[in-house]
């Protein structure tokens, strides 16, 4: 078993998911290279200032601009995304996918339910979408008129033709040909995937990949299975058990204490030079930031980010952050959709912020520092200013209105890029 302190554990999950110790990549290459390291980029409609998924790609990936990933995965075919857990994975994996999708489609172990419901109560209008989808090439939700459609009550859609067309991308048979304002454009899996992928893995090929491609996700993961992970296809229970601890023996993966965690940790095994040397204070060479650090120039990251959400920030990072969108405005103890901010490999504040398109402002309408000591600290009002300073650039806005920061050194330097 490896034995490693909480700074190293800290840095190797932001390092692995290239957060730490500055941006690694640049442009649309190194787009694909981010989205690859980091197994999974979660997608979410929400645009507040931007999209989820472009500030998680901002935040390690120089000269990003929003919609790249989408360039990536619907024009040049290198990702596709899938899941009731919406998310980009690589084209290449699609044979480990698809195993899940037929799980999805067989009422087997560890899928959702309700995908099973769907196939039974609108089985008339998945034969009928799939004809159209033959017909047509392409197919978009908004080519059913409501009025023509029966209605449903379910949580992915109010028409039976939406239902229809999301069963049958869930279970393999259409997939995401590109997006218009967010919403998918369906396509048959033939045209959209390379032939040589359209195949099933073995079954056992597909849970090892699985469970190795979570704990790569996370970095350090916990031997029982993450709450939220069974949306993205991993067997549970003893199956799971029973795979790791043959994973373990295989040496596929190991085991890792972090002092002061009374858990035990899995890594890849592939990892295990990689977390030594961080342990004796080495950074590895094909870490190295092409510009800044995170010490000289802070990062945003967004709220779904998987260094941060559901938890894990208070969890790893002793940072209490929690997405606050979805609480009534009363019970809000920031704001709206407030960004967490690294700073060298600790998160130290938040922000909440609009984009007035009116005036093309970017508008910081409340920051909190975990300590308040940092108000006044001249190294960190420089990152901070550098950091804005990107990310206006990375928002398109012409300037920024730092008026509600309350440190006097902060809004200043802020203001002056």
Known sequence: MLTIDIDTARRYILGKQGLWPGRRWRGIRGT???????????????????????????????????????????????FFDWGGWLATR???????????????????????????????????????????????????????????????????????????????????EVMTHHREKFERVYALTEAVAPAHLIRESDDVEADRFLIKKEISFSGLSRPNRALDSFLRGLPSGKAYKQISEAMLADGEIIEVQVEGWKA???????????????????????????ETTTTEEVVFLGPFDQTVARGRAKVVFGFDYVLEVYKPQHLRRFGYYTLPILWGDRFVARFDSKLDRTTNT????????????????????????????????????????????????????????
């Not at 999974?40 to 919609?67: C, E, F, M, N």
């Not at 030079?273 to 590895?284: E, F, Q, T």
């Not at 008026?403 to 802020?414: Q, S, T």
């Open 90 to 172: 690589p084209m290449d994996e699609l044979p480990y996918w698809r195993v899940v999708m037929r799980r999805e489609r067989d009422r087997g172990p560890d899928i959702d339910t309700r995908i099973h419901k769907m196939a039974r109560d609108h089985a008339d209008a998945i034969v009928e979408m799939r004809t159209i989808l033959h017909e047509r090439g392409i197919v978009n939700n908004r080519d059913f008129d409501m009025a023509t459609r029966t209605r449903t009550q379910s949580y992915r859609g109010r028409k039976d033709s939406t239902l229809a067309l999301y069963y049958l991308w869930r279970t393999g």
């Open 264 to 290: 035990v940790h899995y890594a890849l095994s592939s990892d295990a030079k990689l977390l030594r040397d961080l342990n004796a204070g080495r950074v590895p060479k094909t870490w190295t930031p092409l």
């Open 32 to 78: 694909e290279q981010a989205m690859r390291a980091m197994e999974y980029l979660q997608l979410d409609p929400l645009q507040v200032i931007a999209r989820s998924q472009d500030i998680q790609l901002h935040s390690r990936v120089l000269d990003y601009t929003p919609g790249m990933w989408e360039d990536l995965a619907y024009q040049k075919r290198k």
């Open 362 to 417: 970017f508008v910081i309408l409340g920051l909190w520092l975990e300590d308040k000591a940092l108000g006044k600290d001249e190294a960190f009002a420089e990152a901070l200013a550098r950091g804005f300073a990107r990310f206006v650039t990375f928002l398109g806005a012409s300037k920024l209105d730092a008026k509600a920061i309350r440190e006097p050194l902060l809004r200043r330097r802020a203001g002056s890029f």
